[in-house]
């Protein structure tokens, strides 16, 4: 009998229909000489302190550093993970051969490996390795087993990276918390979540010392195109008026016209990092909200496994793509252009040397049914559309410089204009972001000019005030631990970088949890800030090693390259034991202090005024129409008062949803309502318009 081990139950369920184990039993599935059970997540954990000796159990002081001679392992505190273990470890015994069916990554490998090895397993051991639950997917990762070998590297880093968390949490929580907590509170301490919070404090501090100032910048308007002078802001508004007292004494004269074509590349497909990042961006998720939603895509079969850090394709699947594409038949108008010559084949998308364990996430050949969640199928599209758009042509633009002159001051305007949208065409129907002035001036139209043409301008001065750093959000947070706080917005120096990043993709959304949940952050709107604990307690750790970004990113370089087997997980283990040991002496006589507890008082709730409730007199409204009649009320709709010779009329229930009197007085007003919810036909959500035509639309 071969046992395979999955986990969790719905993945056993799949691998048990293909495999033909149809009967089920308590905690497993037989038939067709499989037997097919499951894990759920953990059902082992490195052992506690206690486990090793019992006095580990008192925070003292006196006995740090804790470092067990030799890691165990235990079961999980909890019946039900003991019955299902009891299961396992029944069958591990009595079959031939253990089939690892875990998720396919360090994680999962991590879990499985425990519990065969908590099971005492000595059976040959194969490794069921897929990238999607599909039924052709699962059949072709059973025809293509690996040898268990190929895979202890994985587990190794996965063992080292837990170890590593353990002796550095383990040690430094108990060591700041007895020496700076004055017996008030716990103070967290994580490999990578003090790094994490350091980089928020940072931030914060910047912030607060920020001293914001006046400037004055000279401009001026010549044949309707704004021009900026190319020199330093000036500081007071004195030296701004004697400039502008110049230029109006000066004609303006063209100095260079220059017009280059350009190409914007494609966007990449999505990394887990990217993901989370595109959808708080465009949503507001949080990331760790992002990972369910596509944890649950991918286990609907929807999407490709998500916990990756990699945005290419195996070359392997090049020629899958084409029937993938074909079965996207919701985005049929997007594809048809695709499908309708070779799809290209670039190093941009399919790149060997690029993909590890998985490859980027993209749309399985299953499509999503309608029973889809609201935000699966926002995380759907934006999956499906980054698939679709890679395979387009690159995006034409043609950038403008011109330089002119007013005297002996120099300015230039700059202007962008999209010659073929190519990939852009993809999104074209997507809600326009808003851009700041800044890009709406670079963006401005420019007319043909000549150089040396000169012509009366309209000078002005603009006043600005320089603004303070911008405070984190989830999506640029996610950025900085990608690549270590460093600022970086080029993706092919973001992809090098990874490999230095602090955490995994699959781990940074539970440690931002964490810190929130520790009281350490706070979110106000979208915007993440360090709160006055999360700020002291980076202030009392002076040891840069455990906030470095950059420190914690080297050691998150060593994990992986014990991944590929280019450095030991001993080596590893014994630097961290060598480091903690120096922290704990050097914590232990340094001058202490309390971390003060106290929250912040929030502030007295505002004294609640009364809304005056108007109420909307129909009668004394102009139909928008005719404008000869004013509106009336009805028991169904609002309309003119002479509908019969003007027809105007706007039901009080559109697409399923009834609107209140101010949700209509606003269409028929304004022409729009707000953005509403409840809607039975169609889309679910979204703004009426009222057309020039007087119909009504959702968008």
């Known amino acids: 009998m071969k046992l395979c081990i999955a986990e969790k139950p719905s993945v056993a369920r799949d691998i048990a229909k293909v495999l033909g184990a149809n009967n089920p039993k308590s905690g497993y599935m037989e038939g067709n000489g499989y037997c097919v059970t499951w894990t759920f997540g953990h059902l082992c954990t490195l052992k506690e302190p206690q486990d090793y000796a019992p006095h580990f159990k008192s925070w003292d002081l006196i006995f740090l550093p804790i470092i067990p001679k030799q890691f165990g392992i235990k079961l999980i505190d909890n019946n039900g993970v003991e019955k299902q273990f009891n299961t396992i470890a029944k069958l591990v015994e009595e079959c031939d051969e253990v089939i690892n069916c875990g998720d396919a990554g360090q994680e999962g490998e991590l879990i499985q490996r425990w519990v065969l090895q908590k099971a005492k397993c000595d059976k040959p051991m194969k490794r069921l390795w897929i990238s999607s639950l599909t039924e052709d997917s699962i059949k072709e990762g059973f025809e293509n087993l690996k040898p268990a070998e190929d895979y202890k590297n994985l587990y190794q880093a996965g063992n080292a990276r837990a170890i590593g968390d353990w002796l ?5 929580t108990r060591l700041f918390t007895k020496k700076f907590g004055g017996n008030k509170a716990v103070l967290s ?24 100032e006046e400037y004055w910048e000279l401009k ?3 044949r309707d195109v ?27 004269e063209i100095v260079s016209f220059e017009i280059k074509e350009g190409k914007e590349k494609n966007p990449r497909l999505f990394d887990l990092t990217g993901l989370q990042v595109e959808a708080n961006k465009k949503f507001g998720f949080s990331a760790e909200h992002t990972l369910n939603y596509i944890q649950s895509l991918y286990e609907k079969k929807h999407t490709t496994y998500p916990r990756v850090d990699t945005t290419y394709l195996s070359e392997n699947l090049y020629p899958k793509i084409g029937g993938i594409l074909r079965s996207m038949t919701i985005y049929s108008d997007l594809i048809s252009p695709l499908l309708s010559q070779p799809i290209p084949k670039t190093k941009a998308v399919f790149d060997d040397t690029k993909v590890t364990d998985h490859h980027a996430i993209i749309p399985t050949e299953i499509p999503p049914s309608s029973n889809l969640s609201r935000e699966e199928k926002l995380i759907y599209d934006l999956v499906a559309k980054r698939f679709i758009a890679v395979f387009y042509p690159e995006c034409k633009i043609s950038n403008t410089l011109v330089e002119g002159q007013v005297g002996t001051i120099p300015f230039k305007a700059s202007g962008k204009q999209i010659l073929e949208p190519g990939w852009r065409a993809v999104y074209a129907k997507d809600k326009k972001e808003e851009k700041d002035e800044k890009d709406k001036d670079e963006e401005q139209t420019i007319p043909e000019f000549v150089a040396g043409e000169k012509g009366d301008h309209a000078p002005l001065i603009h006043q600005g005030k320089t603004s303070p750093p911008k405070p984190y959000t989830e999506a640029t947070l996610l950025r900085a631990m990608e690549t270590a706080g460093k600022q970086v917005e080029d993706e092919e120096l973001r992809e090098m970088l990874k490999n230095n990043g602090i955490g995994r993709p699959s781990t940074r959304a539970n ?23 999360g700020i002291e307690l980076i202030d009392t750790i002076e040891d840069e090693v455990l906030k470095s970004p950059e420190l914690t990113g080297e050691w998150e370089s060593k994990l992986r390259r014990i991944e590929k087997g280019e450095y030991e997980a001993n080596q590893f283990k014994d630097e961290l034991i ?4 120096e922290l704990t002496r050097k914590v232990i006589s340094s001058k202490g202090k309390v971390i003060n507890f106290e ?22 409204t102009q139909c928008p129409k005719c404008k000869a009649n004013n509106l009336m009320k009805g028991k169904t709709a609002i309309g003119c008062s002479d509908f019969k010779a003007c027809g105007f009329k706007v039901s ?5 949803k009834k609107l209140s009197e101010k949700q209509l007085q606003d269409l028929i007003l304004k022409s729009k309502t707000s953005k509403l919810k409840g809607f039975t036909q169609g889309q679910e959500e979204g703004v009426l318009l009222m057309n020039e035509d007087f119909s009504i639309g959702l968008k």
């Not at 931002?512 to 006055?532: D, G, P, Q």
């Not at 929250?599 to 004394?620: D, F, G, L, M, Y």
């Open 511 to 533: 440690i931002i949890e964490t810190l929130f949940r520790r009281k350490y952050i706070e979110r106000k709107k979208k915007n993440i800030f360090a709160t006055s604990i």
């Open 578 to 581: 060598e480091m903690v040991t």
């Open 652 to 656: 009080f229930e559109i697409l399923g």
């Open 226 to 252: 704004l021009f900026s002078a190319s020199i330093d802001r000036l500081k007071t508004l004195e030296k701004a008026e004697k400039g502008l007292e110049y230029l109006k004494k000066n004609q303006f």
């Open 168 to 172: 550095l949490g383990i040690n430094a």
């Open 599 to 620: 929250e912040e008082k929030p502030a007295p709730p505002k004294e609640k005024v009364p809304r005056v409730k108007t109420e909307i007199v129909w009668t004394e």
């Open 189 to 212: 301490i994580g490999r990578v979540q003090t790094p994490t919070l350091a980089m928020l404090v940072q931030r914060q501090k910047e912030i607060d010392a920020f001293s914001q």
């Open 220 to 222: 001026t308007k010549y």
